[in-house]
Structure formats: C-alpha cells, structure tokens
C-alpha cells in the first residue's frame, strides 16, 4: 500500500471479527474499498488480481497459492512454503513469479543440532538464525540479532547489528520492492520459490526424521526419502473430502 502502485481489489479472511477491521483499515489508508470475501475461491474468481499475497498459517499455504498461479496472479506468500514436501513442489511447479519472506545463503553443509544441548560453545540468544562452524571459528547469522563472528581459539567477537525496519522489525518494503521489479522486468526475485523450497525441505526433513525416530536418505535430485516407504509417508498428507491434493 505505501508503494502508492498498487490497489487493493478484495481481502480474504474466514474470521469475519478479522476480515472487517482489515478492509476498513484499507480503507483509511489507500481510500481503496476492497472486496470482502471469506473463501479465497471466489475472491479470485471475481476480482482476478494480478497479485495475491498470502499470510496463512502454513497448512493454508500450498492451495491458495496454486489456485492463485492457476488463475494468472503474482504470489507473494509467508514462509514456509509449505505443510509438506509434496505440497511445496507442487508450489514450485506451478509457479510463475512467486516471492516468499526469508533469507537465505550460499551452498553450504547443513548439520541440524539442538540449540540447548547441540555442541555449539557460541552464544544462543537469537529468536532465528544459522550458525557456521568452520576452522576459524564460528559465525552466526541472526535474524534480529545481525551476524555474530567468534574467533577459534578465543578473542573478541565481530559482528553487526540487523538493519530492520520499525516498528515491525521485519524488512518487508525492500522485500516488496524486489518483488514487483521481478514481476515488471520478468528477472528473478530475492526469495524465488525454488530457493525456499529447498530451505523448507530441509527444515521438513528435521520433522521427518524426528517421527521416523531414525536418520533418513534424502535425494535431492529426486526429490525423495531412500529406501525407507514407512520414512517417507510424511512426505504428503491426505486432504479432506471436497479438497484436492496439489501433485
């Protein structure tokens, strides 16, 4: 809304006590008046925005997304970016431009460990963050504490505090930028869909794992649990009547 090149055409929300504060705030803000709707279905049917976002709990993410790209819009939606893996590559095969809010770095080797009792000697105050261990020491990349460097073998830290923006901490409006230049000039955004289904699968591995109750095979190329069906079966969900499994 702040970016003045946007109108907001409908607000879609099942809880009505959300849904009407939400469009009277829009209201007073952009003098737009939205549609009001509490099915995301027929929002799109009627309005045909060219851009949807969505900030639903993550087992409300992979439909409406689809459903969205089907119906020719832009998606911008929270991470994850899904329930499951299955929900999240079909997100990715349906995508066209698709941004999703996190960060993320180059390939590395990922280790996942407890943060109280992993064997990281590091300090373990931020809310959300990664942490690298190398031969020179470790280095912690934070998302509200900046980045952290320790020196192996002792000496003072470096580091450098996030830069956010209040009141809300998070960095959405350079997010949002990316994402409508990426839709104008056909070019890739920050936080493309593919990036952040890798980041999701990862994390989703930790939770396969964890019920498994033993390590687990991923082929990345495949996309897929080795050797394990019983492993695997988290890997996608069964939906109920009158829904359809994205595939």
Request: hydrophobic share 40%; charged share 25%; with cysteine.
């Amino acid at each position: 809304m702040a970016s003045g090149r946007c109108k907001i055409v409908g607000i879609c929300d099942v809880d009505r006590r959300a849904l009407g504060p939400s469009a009277e705030r829009v209201a007073k803000l952009t003098g737009d008046q939205p549609g009001r709707y509490r099915d995301y279905r027929e929002m799109l049917e009627k309005e045909r925005p060219e851009i949807v976002i969505f900030t639903t709990p993550d087992h409300w993410h992979a439909l409406p997304t689809i459903a969205a790209l089907k119906a020719g819009a832009h998606v911008y939606v929270d991470k994850p970016t899904a329930h499951t893996v299955g929900e999240s590559q079909a997100m990715v095969r349906a995508a066209r431009v698709v941004q999703v809010g996190l960060f993320t770095v180059d390939r590395f080797t990922l280790t996942r460990e407890s943060r109280l009792f992993g064997g990281n000697d590091a300090e373990k105050g931020d809310v959300a963050g990664m942490y690298f261990h190398g031969t020179k020491g470790t280095f912690r990349l934070g998302h509200r504490g900046g980045w952290v460097f320790y020196p192996a073998g002792g000496g003072s830290p470096q580091g450098e505090k996030a830069r956010r923006n209040e009141p809300d901490a998070q960095n959405i409006r350079e997010f949002w930028a990316d994402f409508l230049a990426a839709i104008e000039t056909g070019s890739k955004p920050a936080r493309a869909i593919a990036d952040a289904h890798r980041a999701t699968t990862c994390a989703l591995m930790g939770m396969v794992s964890l019920k498994a109750r033993c390590s687990v095979v991923w082929d990345a190329t495949r996309e897929t649990i080795l050797g394990d069906a019983e492993a695997a079966k988290p890997l996608r969900r069964e939906y109920r009547k009158g829904w359809e499994c994205p595939v």
